[in-house]
């Protein structure tokens, strides 16, 4: 299954700083009817933090999980019965209004993107270290929905991929939110890319620079005619012997995520035995979990100022409309 395309979320650029705000709030697990949009108290700023007035926030797969508080695997850490932080939302966009004594980089003004935990909201604070400036040239609405699905993408092809130029780069779960910034980031490190979509999706991976798109529902990535170098498998549920057999000798694959039916794990559990399988075959089988820190999200902030990452946005949406969204 591939995840839907991103959508950004908008908060007035003019809204004047009060002690109330107009956010999105859940108070428990549950499908989109859950979410409320409701008049609270604007969050206060630790010192390592700052005070963003949101312009934009991105809504993809990640966003889902943590409404549903689906797989259970993921609730000690986010609520067990509710989630610990009421208001949804972690891809931002927006201008520093306000900085925590220790903040260093940011300032009052600056227009910044990156990570802000309850960033469906007017206003949200976000940890220093995970923001980065936002480029002149680059869109709110391109910077907010960056941050996740890019950095999980550069991450996962770059520092555990170690993708290299000529290098053969499957992308499954191409049109997602993490495949979307795959392909890009894989042609611009001069990788030859084929992407696994849907029929639907296949004209927008072929505008995002894919060399090849495969419809997931009829053709078979794993027929022998290609072995490629690197696969990144962005939500699949592929197994791993399927992977493996359209993997070379000595390819690498990184499991970014997984779906399934499975309540608990929600598909985990195949990123486990990757890596229990690893030690014992000439493939590397990998899985890893993105850091969230402003020296990935600067090299994203780069690649959108230079075009070489153009964000594929569904549509925009204001904050009434998130759960619809």
Known sequence: ???????????????????????????????????????????SIS???????????????????????????????FGLRRPKQPVPGLDVAGRVVAVGADVTRLKPGDEVFGVALGSFAEY??????????????????????????????????????????GQHVLVLGASGGVGTFAVQVAKAMGAEVTGVCSAAKAELVRSLGADHVLDYRSDDFADGSQAYDLIIDTGGMSTLRRLRRALAPRGTLVIVGGESDARFTG???????????????????TSFLSKEDHATIDRLADMLDSGALVPAIDRVVALDEVADA
């Not at 002690?19 to 409320?36: F, N, P």
């Not at 390592?48 to 000690?76: C, K, N």
């Open 1 to 43: 299954m591939t995840s839907p395309d991103p959508a950004t979320a908008s908060a007035p650029s003019d809204a004047p700083m009060t002690t109330s705000m107009r956010a999105v709030v859940q108070d428990g697990y549950g499908s989109a009817d859950i979410l409320a949009v409701r008049t609270i108290e604007r969050p």
């Open 124 to 165: 949200a604070a976000a940890e220093e270290h995970k923001l980065s400036r936002k480029p002149s040239s680059v869109s709110w609405g391109h910077a907010g929905v960056t941050p996740i699905s890019g950095l999980t993408a550069l991450q996962a092809l770059t520092e555990v991929g170690q993708v290299q130029p």
């Open 47 to 77: 010192a390592s933090q700052v005070l963003l007035e949101v312009h934009s926030a991105g809504i993809d797969r990640g966003v889902w999980h943590l409404m549903t508080g689906m797989p259970w695997l993921g609730r000690p850490v």
């Open 267 to 285: 598909g985990v559990g195949r990123q486990g035995r990757a890596m229990l399988l690893s030690p014992f075959v000439s493939q590397r089988l």
